[in-house]
């Protein structure tokens, strides 16, 4: 009778140890209402179709990314589409109030990150490197890191209670080459999810379809249906996979696999976050397995 008590008890420890251990908790975080989506977007599916839970936090509202909108007006659109994205990603999608194009590290936003990566328990950040054409981007990079390693620490926001363990940080793939190029540590295969992401992003209709066409000088070739507005920010925003990122593919499906991917998204680890095995990172994207 103790014995069977006693391997009931086992069996539900290990359960909920399983339960604990299956659930991986990522935060995915852009400077705008779209770079969450464009970096990791892919990623993030797969997360969530296997019962992850992903958050992406825009650091900006958005507001100046229009051509003809702007200001509060300009927010509460680039939020919708935000939600709305969300929806279609199957993560939450949060937006901080923080003007577009004047992002700073300010020590308020950088606290402002540190409680959001405790409420959600982060076992992996992932945002951009601070090597960027864009202001708002390498201020991203710097408020991410600069919360990594603060997040354990009890008394940096004491109202929010700290994270036992320093997550895994990750950097987005960039093309920047100075002072150092991006090197992929981890690719993940996302030929799968591919259309789900393009229709996901396709929610930021003032970004993909009016704003960032304008600035390319492409806005006339805008397609009116949705159908044809789909194939064309496919064909537009469709990631390459570099020799570096198929090597990395490689390590981490083997090869028949990494040869059949048509889309990856890939990552960096970043040295300020805390530093995974390959085996904890199977564990982490448990995808690749
Ligand atoms: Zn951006």
Not at 145 to 168: C, S
Request: aromatic share 12%; hydrophobic share 40%; charged share 25%.
């Amino acid at each position: 009778m103790k014995k069977t008590a006693l391997l009931i008890v086992s069996f539900l420890l290990f359960s909920v140890f399983l339960f604990a251990q299956n659930k991986v908790n990522v935060v995915v975080i852009g400077a705008h209402p779209d770079d969450c989506d464009i970096d990791a977007g892919g990623t993030a599916i797969l997360f969530a179709k296997a019962g992850h839970n992903v958050l992406f936090v825009s650091v900006t509202n958005g507001d100046a990314g229009h051509h003809e909108k702007g200001g509060g007006a300009l927010a509460k659109i680039r939020r919708a589409e935000a939600e709305e994205a969300g929806k279609r990603f199957g993560v939450k999608y949060v937006v901080l109030d923080n003007h577009d194009g004047e992002l700073m590290p300010t020590l308020d936003i950088r606290l402002n990150i540190i409680r959001a990566i405790r409420q959600w328990n982060a076992d992996v950040v992932i945002g951009p490197r601070p090597n960027d054409y864009h202001p708002d981007h390498r201020n991203t990079a710097i408020l991410i890191q600069d919360a990594a390693y603060m997040v354990i620490v009890p008394n940096v926001a004491p109202d929010t209670p700290p994270l036992k363990r320093n997550p895994v940080f990750l950097y987005t793939e960039d093309g920047f080459q100075k002072p150092y190029p991006f090197e992929p540590d981890i690719a993940v295969d996302i030929t799968s999810v591919f259309e789900q992401k393009i229709y996901a992003m396709a929610a930021h209709e003032s970004q993909f379809f009016e704003w960032l066409p304008w600035t390319n000088g492409t806005h006339d070739k805008v397609p009116s249906t949705e159908a044809e507005r789909l194939k064309w920010l496919a064909d537009w925003r469709k990631p390459k996979i570099n020799d570096n990122v198929l090597q990395s593919l490689e390590k981490w499906y083997g090869n028949d696999r990494a040869k059949n991917a048509k889309y990856a998204e890939a990552f960096e680890i970043c040295e300020y976050g805390r530093r995974p095995s390959d085996e904890e990172i199977r564990r982490l994207f448990p995808f690749f397995n």
